[in-house]
């Protein structure tokens, strides 16, 4: 058993990811084209915005946005204290200060209440410039942008939607991609849309930013002239065989939705008496990137763990070090004070298989396993 089926995922669509890379291949061109032109433009239809403007890869993704934004030093820019370390450091990089959040304890999501708390301590600090907010869409659910917009308008910010996890996931109606100023997606093989390597993209409806992201990923060529640089940008672009790849698999995206829709459902359901099993809100919708469970403590968790690969059942720990306890982050001189709920959650969550050829056998042997493992 695998924790997320890849070779299963390609089994089923083998004949058309072949074939499309074949006619790539065919077609000589390897870096952005038609190909790449056409996805993006399906990409942005599936989010119901007007412009995707795809990249390298999701980091990079987030890095163009800001930079386009003009975000820059001296500026503070606010990242959820529990996500993967790229929504912090593709800030960082551009000598801004990632300024972390706790989270919601329920949802794992940027706390609307300690966001507002955060940016009144920076204002009263007085010596960063408050610019912007990336929410995270984790584990595949929206984070609440209600109360995160209203907070952003109060204090005059900009929202970027870090979706590397969210595409397919949805609030009230609306995709992941659509929310805030811009936002961001990955597409990492493990993630909801995966492609065979690295890529990613920015939605927008900002027909500016758009122009903006279309140079800067060029090196900041003209669009008319490729020789003809108009900024200092990066090279930061897709492959036309990623972007091949990914068309095949966004066909089929909305059936994998429902699958592992079905299978976070069974998980739930034979779980849900046992151990803490993710609640989605009244008018969400997850891409269950991962199933995130709880368990009381952390010597709990690890002794499951232990226990379901002692029965060959793969988990993983998403995430064991909140941000501001990474080496990385060392210097910004942080206190275990400000996140209790980030600490609680990187101490007793555990992530277990999901993907959407995941078989009921498989399901069930999991659920059975977990029962045991409990009871131990
Ligand atoms: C994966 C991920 C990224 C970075 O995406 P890459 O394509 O790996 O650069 C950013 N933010 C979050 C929350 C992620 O999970």
New binding site residues.
């Given amino acids: 058993m695998q924790f997320r089926d890849l070779s299963m995922q390609y089994s089923f669509l083998k004949s058309e990811i072949d074939s499309a890379i074949q006619s790539t291949i065919d077609e000589g061109i390897f870096i952005l084209g038609s190909k790449v032109q056409e996805l993006e433009e399906k990409l942005a239809e599936y989010a119901g915005v007007k412009h995707c403007i795809s990249c390298a890869?999701?980091?990079?993704a987030?890095t163009l946005v800001l930079r386009a934004w003009g975000v820059g030093m001296g500026n503070a820019v606010f990242v959820p204290n529990f996500?993967?370390i790229?929504?912090a450091s593709a800030v960082s990089i551009l000598g801004v200060t990632p300024v972390f959040v706790d989270i919601d304890p329920v949802t794992f999501n940027m706390c609307p209440d300690a966001l507002a708390d955060s940016i009144q301590r920076v204002i009263a600090d007085n010596k960063l410039k408050a610019r912007a907010i990336i929410p995270?869409d984790?584990f595949g659910l929206p984070a609440d942008y209600d109360a995160i917009s209203e907070i952003a308008k109060k204090y005059d910010l900009l929202v970027l939607e870090?979706a590397?996890?969210g595409f397919g996931g949805s609030a009230n109606g609306k995709r992941a991609c659509s929310f805030g100023d811009a936002a961001i997606t990955?597409?990492?093989p493990a993630?909801p849309l995966g492609c065979y390597g690295?890529?990613?993209a920015v939605f927008t409806n900002d027909d500016e930013l758009c122009r903006e992201l279309h140079m800067l990923r060029r090196n900041g060529a003209s669009p008319k002239d490729k020789y003809d640089n108009l900024i200092v940008g990066v090279n930061s672009r897709l492959d036309t065989i990623q972007a091949a790849i990914l068309s095949v698999k966004l066909d089929a995206f909305d059936e994998e939705l429902e699958k592992v829709n079905y299978v976070a459902g069974i998980y739930t359901k034979n779980l849900s008496d046992i151990v803490v099993t993710p609640p989605i809100p009244e008018g969400y919708c997850s891409s269950w990137a991962q199933y995130t469970i709880k368990l009381p403590n952390s010597k709990f968790r690890d002794d499951l763990q232990v226990y379901l690969k002692s029965s060959k059942i793969p988990s993983m720990i998403y995430y064991p070090k909140p941000l501001h306890r990474q080496m990385a982050f060392r210097n910004m001189g942080y206190s275990d004070k400000l996140f209790t709920h980030s600490i609680r959650a990187s101490e007793t969550v555990l992530s277990l298989p999901m993907h959407p050829y995941l078989g009921e056998e498989d399901i069930g042997f999991i659920c059975n396993s977990i029962k045991e493992g409990v009871r131990i």
Avoid: E, I, R
Wanted: hydrophobic content about 35%.
């Fill in positions: 890869n999701g980091t990079d987030l996500t993967y790229a929504t995270v984790l870090d590397a996890q990955s597409f990492f993630k690295d890529g990613g």
